[in-house]
């Protein structure tokens, strides 16, 4: 189902949400765009390495369409925690219909 595009019930891996950050509308491999990469204002100035990537949870609310056509992915910082030496910050996902608004997917 998930592997084979002419399966009669072919539907996109529940996880491909997670990669659309990084691809944007590119049909390519993901070519980690600086646009798509871009942080806040306040805090454009973190090294990347400086980075640890936490966890992520997601939660579905229609199936995926096989068709990414019309699909709409946005993005927000959803919190900012000060650790001190450090910061967690929570980004909220969401992917919608561009059409109905309807709501498939959000990552936190």
């Given amino acids: 189902q998930y592997v084979y595009e002419h399966h ?4 996109p891996f529940p996880t ?5 950050a990084l691809k944007g509308t590119s049909s390519d491999i993901v070519p980690f765009s600086t646009d798509l990469l871009a942080f806040p204002p306040a805090l454009a100035e973190v090294p990347p390495n400086a980075i ?6 997601m939660e579905f609310f229609e ?3 096989p068709e990414s056509e019309g699909m709409v992915y946005t993005a927000r910082v959803h919190s900012l ?3 001190g030496k450090g910061a967690v910050f929570n ?3 969401e992917l919608r219909d561009e059409k109905t608004g309807r709501l498939h997917c959000r990552i936190v």
Avoid: T
């Fill in 8 to 11: 009669p019930d072919f539907a």
């Fill in 16 to 20: 491909l949400p997670l990669v659309l």
């Fill in 52 to 57: 640890l990537q936490g966890e992520l949870s």
């Fill in 63 to 65: 199936p995926l369409p």
């Fill in 81 to 83: 925690l000060d650790k």
């Fill in 91 to 93: 980004v909220e996902s």
